[in-house]
Each structure stands twice: as structure tokens, then as C-alpha cells.
């Protein structure tokens, strides 16, 4: 008998690791005022950066030794036309043999986002996370109040005797979620990026603290590390970064990633993930898309039919 979506064996081999990665490779949450060093790309400011993202696309897959390929994922970045809004999407998929177990996985993530200049950053309006298999699945949206107090955080099941509808307090900080943060350290909203530094990082919206200790190595061991590499080519900037906590069920540990010299991910290393030991995700392709720009933005998903993001 299948397992539930985000239960079975598979669920820390691919989707706790695919998480992780998009947490740890992005270096997200940098408090402001503790980096220094070149501007963001694309302009002077944290919002003249947005407009050199819109349109990116970034396929990812991941392997572990057991398995040379267990998923593939595509990050996608896209402006709500006539607005300050852009969406981001993430979706995931196992492959192989794993895929055939797991009957067709696919999780899907996607945040709605506002550019915010009394913040200077980005702004999640709503965020979902949702993982079928053939013939089931589950949701999980949050969809942040307008004056950032909190979050409304909706479980969504097929049987709607299952899930619920919770209220959580931001105590007066401002939340992100995975993709926001994200997106939000790439434009410079935390600071400009810099080698050589160490950060704590503050949570996103979930209800334990969840802390990821990080450091950028500086040039000097940056060049050292690269000539190690079997395949060096496109890894300027290294980081290694630490989780205190267990994430997802999934991941704990440490990471150790590589990005490219325009700071997007290009490779990272976790070394304790459930049931697979060392997990690896790496980028495999960067492009745009050929129409960046949405005509409306999309609703929260809130009904209890599967979502698909189109």
C-alpha cells in the first residue's frame, strides 16, 4: 500500500534535501547591516535588482550515492503585470525507479511576493507547499496579514474531516518564507554580498526557532577549495552553513556550497540526511523564460482540489 505524501521512505532523500538546499545555497535571512561589500547586481538598490531577475529560470537535480539521480527541480521568478508583485515558483520531482515507488511525487511551492519600500525588500503575501503522488495529496498555504502582525497557516486534504486553519503571531518580526528569502538575499535585501563572514541566521514562518549558521570563505580559501574540485568551472564564492535543528524530518548538519560569480547556487553538499547519509544538489541549467510577466495574480490555493502551478 502507497504511503502518504511526504511519509514514505523517500521523503528525506529528496524533499527535506530539496528544501534544505534551497535554504542553505541561497544563504538566506542576512540580518541587515552585517554584510559589506559590492552592490547587488542589476542597480544601487535592493528593488532596481528585482528587474534583473524577473524571468530567471533555474533547473536543479540532486543525487546521492545510492542513487545517481533521485530529483530534478526548476525555480521559476515572474512579475505580476501593471504591479509591484512577482511570483516565484518551485516545483520537484523524483525520478527513476524512485518515482515509480513513490508514485509519481511532485511537490510544488510557489510564493506571491510585494515589493515593500518602507522595508526595503520583498514581501510574501501568501506561500503554498503542496506534495502529490498519483491519486493523493496534501497543502499547506500561509497567507500573511497585511500589517505583518502574523500569519494564517491552512492545511488543506482531500477528506475535509482532515486539516485545519491556525493563527500564528509574527512578534513583531518580519517573516519570509523559503522562496521570498530566497529571492530577497539575491536582490541585496539583507546587505550587499560579501567573502569571509559568519551570520546567524534568524527563522522563517514556522513555529520552533530555526537558526542556520553560515560563513562565506574568503577569497584566499575560496581559490584553495576550487582547485580541489573535480569540476570547478562556474564555483566562485564558497559557504559552509550549519542547522542546529532538524528540518523537514529530513535534514540536520551541515551544507557546503558553491555559487557563481552572479551569487545563484551552483552546487551544494548536505551530509546528514535521513536514510541516505550525503546528499548533493547542483544546478544543471540557468535561462529565461519567454513571457516573464503574469497578467493578474493568482490566488491563494485554497480549495480542496489539486493545485498545479501553471
Known sequence: MASEPGKGPFNCSRRGFMRAALLALGSMWIPRGHVHGAAPPGGSSPHGAVGHLVGEVLQYRARCPLVAEVASGEIRFRKIGGTEQ????????????????????????????????????LLPLWHADQVATKGSWRRKVLTFDSDRAGYVEHRLHPDPKRGGVRRWKSAGRILDDPLSAFYNWRI????????????????????????????????????????MEPEPLGKVY???????????????GDIEAWLDGDWVPVEGRANRVRLVGEATAYLVRKARISEPELPAAPPPPLSRELWRIT
Open 238 to 252: 564558497h559557504l559552509t552553513a550549519h542547522l542546529d535543528v532538524e528540518l523537514h524530518e529530513a535534514f540536520s
Open 86 to 121: 512577482y511570483l516565484a515558483t518551485l516545483e520537484t520531482r523524483l525520478q527513476g525507479v524512485l518515482g515509480l515507488v513513490t508514485l509519481q511525487r511532485v511537490d510544488l511551492f510557489a510564493s506571491l511576493m510585494e515589493w515593500s519600500e518602507r522595508y526595503g525588500r
Open 188 to 227: 541585496g535585501a539583507f546587505g550587499a554580498l560579501g567573502e569571509g563572514r559568519s551570520y546567524v541566521v534568524d527563522n522563517l514562518a514556522r513555529k520552533e526557532p530555526l537558526s542556520l549558521r553560515f560563513h562565506t570563505s574568503p577569497e584566499e580559501e575560496s581559490r584553495r577549495l576550487r582547485a
